[in-house]
């Protein structure tokens, strides 16, 4: 979708407070285009704060198993909110951020949670919000360090057995940048043209849709991306919740769609058109945000949790 001048956007988009109120049907036509990335950090926070005792952790397989099922369950929920407005491909890293820092009581749990991925009470899910499911990024290697080999089986026989669903959730774990894969392409083309072949053309193959970017990512507390880019994507904006990422909720998700389509687009800096209020004012307002930084914050020992300004600042406590 395009939006024109300053002129024409004021009299076509909506205020924030009509959009929220849209009927899916009616925000459709804006996402339909969009790629979006999910990042599921926080979820251990939101588990012992919401469901488990922090006190006996999730050190025992039947606690791990209920930690990843109700973190699979909420994250099917928002999957499904942000599919219904109309986004067909939804990109999930496979909760594989950090492992190499959790003990190996830790990896062997993980294991349950991966093979929640394709276990029946998921494929339910997948079926309810009528997800095609795909596998993408270094999850061979994942399982080969987990020493769960079977389970790159099992996921290649849950892609097969949801093709052709329009809505694709596709989770991926971090790799090279051009994975392995699609190397033969890019082999042929250098050989041929002399030239890379364009990164469309590679994701077509790679993920079945010819994607060039993410158009919005989703991530929680610290702003990073760190491990975090699809395979053979940039990404555009984004978007850090403070709250776990399980706690998002409709309306969040629709204002961060509005401020990527509306917000952030379509707008340029015409001085000549400013009156000298507004030059006043917009000065006020960088002299007084000079030296403020958006994703700067400060470590709170208490909770061992990282906080953002300006909610929390590193002398708040002693």
């Not at 099917?76 to 407005?85: G, Q, T």
């Not at 190996?104 to 095609?132: A, C, F, I, K, S």
């Not at 998700?253 to 000298?276: A, K, N, P, T, V």
Request: glycine content about 8%.
């Amino acid at each position: 979708m395009s939006i024109g001048s300053n002129s024409e956007q004021t009299s076509t988009i909506p205020s924030t407070g009509a959009f929220l109120r849209l009927p899916p049907e009616q925000v459709q036509a804006y996402a339909r285009s969009l790629t979006v990335a999910l990042s599921t950090s926080g979820t251990s926070r939101w588990y012992f704060l919401e469901h488990g005792n922090p006190r006996q952790g999730y050190h025992q397989p039947h606690e791990f198993e209920s930690y990843g099922r109700l973190v699979i369950d909420r994250v099917m929920e928002i999957a499904a909110i942000i599919f219904a407005d109309g986004v067909q491909t939804l990109f999930i890293p496979g909760f594989a951020g950090g492992q190499g820092s959790r003990n190996p009581e830790y990896h062997r749990n993980m294991q349950w949670v991966y093979r929640m991925l394709v276990d029946d009470v998921t494929r339910r899910l997948y079926d309810r919000y009528q997800m095609g499911v795909v596998f993408r990024g270094a999850w061979r290697r994942l399982f080969e360090w987990l020493n769960a080999d079977d389970l790159a089986r099992d996921f290649e026989v849950l892609e097969q057995e949801a093709q052709g669903r329009e809505r694709r959730l596709i989770w991926y774990v971090a790799d090279d940048f051009i994975p392995v894969e699609v190397l033969p392409l890019v082999r042929d083309s250098l050989n041929v043209t002399g030239a890379m072949p364009a990164m469309a053309t590679l994701s077509e193959a790679y993920y079945g849709r010819p994607l060039e970017k993410v158009d919005i990512f989703i991530g929680n507390n610290k702003p990073s991306v760190a491990g975090l880019c699809p395979p053979l994507l940039s990404l555009g904006d984004l978007y850090y919740t403070v709250s776990p990422i399980t706690y998002l909720q409709a309306d969040d998700w629709r204002r961060i769609l509005y401020d990527h389509l509306f917000e952030r687009r379509g707008h340029y800096r015409d001085f000549q058109s400013m009156d000298e209020t507004t030059i006043e004012e917009m000065r006020q307002f960088y002299t007084a945000t000079q030296g403020a930084i958006i994703g700067t914050g400060a470590y709170h020992r208490a909770s061992q949790s990282w906080r953002p300004a300006p909610w929390y600042h590193s002398d708040d406590t002693p």
